[in-house]
């Protein structure tokens, strides 16, 4: 690190050790397009847009989407342009299987994905694979989706079709992106299969992808790590919480189990199982609600056996930083379900030095991801941590994104610190390389470094301000800040 003074002001530079790696990600739904030429089968996003359009702010769908599915080779060139050197994406589980089931194998899906990681590694960008990313085929829905057992057999058995097509070139793999989005999102109506019953549904769905999850690792350590040495873990959606005040220390930790623990203290912890305090308390509270049984499923000792140290690192999507205050019970909502944790009493509020962006849950205090990769370290045995995700949205198109290409500059210095600090950061990945279907939001929510013109017949692809800075950070290896 160096630190030089200008007009008074301290000038930070830093630069990334050697083998660093620098990326950007998407996911399969909302780029690819192309649901009818192909053989695609139609999953749960495609099922809710097209019967529920009111759900989408902009009454869009995703058919077309930036259209990666023609336009794949554009977007390696925009990698190139960028200089990074790997690209996270995921495959559409439906375009390669299109009943959802290995009995028919698409030729067309198979021949997709094989040109796209053909296409990335001649030009020495590695494919970082996500199984699954919100997409669960419609046919499986139909008979309970994620809130089923069965899933793990329909999962296990897909991801063997994957690992076995594409595990000779794809070295890194994420099985599940985000379960909390999966369930909690899914169940509370923020998210397909968009259903209102987060506490029978959405809790089985915690211990279904916990287990999916643990079996897919499984499958590929026993089969195909003895040939071609890769690593698998998943990627969590970790907000991260400070408390509001002194009073709401303890309040913070049960949030930080509620949102991350839930699914991380299963696989990442030296014990395995449920978060204890969490365990004890959501069983109380189904008690008080007149449900003799725990609602978060129990999980036998072979299944915290089956499922604990299922990773070779941490995956990491990182966005804001909220602030955690205790509330009493039945305390309403505000506008954003997604504002309070209602089993745990708590309500996540911004901080008022913080910069806030359009949407009332996303701030920006990039200080967070510097204490969340502390807080991780210290709680979990790891020793690697990829940041899968970090990015900012903006409802401005613009190509003069300011605003992002600071979000990513200071979340960027503050990884570094954490490296610092004796964090073991490998990588890090800008959600996204370009403006997509995100997902409630339509097209009006903008993450991109490139803007799509979703009005072109092509697709065009433009790069903004934010994707020239991170390209000379990248290409330079250097952050100055
Ligand atoms: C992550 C998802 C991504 C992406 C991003 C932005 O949670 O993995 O797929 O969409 O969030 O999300 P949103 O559009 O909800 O702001």
């Not at 509370?188 to 299969?193: D, F, H, R, V, Y």
């Not at 909502?333 to 009332?360: A, Q």
């Amino acid at each position: 690190v160096l630190s030089v003074s200008i007009c008074g002001s301290l000038a930070m530079e830093y630069k990334f050790p050697e083998g660093f790696k620098f990326g950007v990600a998407s996911a399969a739904y909302q780029v690819e397009g192309d649901p009818k030429s192909s053989d695609r089968g139609e999953n749960i996003w495609d099922y809710m847009v097209h019967s529920r359009p009111e759900v989408i702010s902009d009454r869009s769908d995703a058919s077309m989407a930036c259209d990666s599915y023609h336009l794949w080779r554009r977007d390696i060139e925009m990698m190139e342009e960028l200089g990074v050197n790997m690209y996270r994406f995921s495959i559409s589980w439906t375009r390669l299987l299109p009943t959802g089931y290995p009995n028919i194998i698409s030729e067309d899906g198979k021949r997709f994905y094989n040109d796209l990681i053909d296409g990335l590694l001649e030009k020495g960008i590695e494919p970082i694979v996500t199984l699954y990313h919100c997409d669960l085929p419609q046919s499986l829905q139909d008979l309970g989706g994620w809130a089923n057992p069965l899933v793990v057999d329909w999962f296990t058995d897909y991801a063997n079709v994957v690992f076995s097509l594409y595990a000779d070139r794809v070295k890194i793999w994420l099985t599940l992106n985000e379960p909390f989005g999966i369930c909690d999102f899914g169940y509370m109506e923020l998210a397909a299969p968009y259903f209102d019953d987060i506490k029978v549904g959405g809790y089985m769905c915690t211990k279904n992808t916990l287990i999916a999850h643990a079996k897919a690792y499984r499958l590929y350590d026993e089969v195909y790590r003895p040939k071609y040495h890769g690593k698998v873990s998943l990627s969590t959606l970790f907000f991260w919480f400070e408390p509001a005040t002194p009073d709401d220390v303890e309040a913070t930790e049960l949030a930080i189990q509620f949102w991350a623990g839930r699914y991380d203290h299963p696989i990442f912890s030296k014990e395995g199982g449920w978060p204890k305090k969490l365990e004890k308390l959501m069983l109380e509270n189904g008690k008080n609600e007149g449900y003799p049984y725990p609602r978060l499923p129990p999980l036998s000792l072979e299944e915290i056996e089956l499922v604990k140290g299922t990773y070779d690192f941490y995956g990491l999507n990182h966005y804001t930083t909220r602030l955690i205050r205790k509330v009493e019970p039945g305390y309403k909502p505000g506008p954003y379900p997604l504002m309070t944790l209602d089993e745990i009493n708590v309500e996540m509020i911004g901080h008022p030095d913080w910069k806030s962006t359009e949407l009332n849950w996303f701030s920006v205090h990039p200080k967070g991801i510097r204490d969340q990769l502390n807080w991780l370290k210290n709680n979990y045995d790891l020793k690697e941590i990829i940041i899968t995700e970090n990015g900012m949205m903006s409802l401005d198109p613009s190509l003069v994104d300011t605003g992002r290409l600071e979000y990513i500059r200071d979340y960027m210095e503050q990884v570094m610190l954490a490296m610092q600090d004796g964090v073991p950061v490998t990588g890090y990945t800008v959600w996204t390389m370009m403006d997509n279907f995100e997902w409630l939001n339509g097209y009006n929510l903008k993450y991109g470094l490139y803007a799509v013109d979703f009005n072109s017949p092509n697709r065009t692809r433009t790069p903004r301000e934010s994707a020239r800075f991170y390209s000379s950070v990248v290409r330079s290896r250097t952050l100055r800040t």
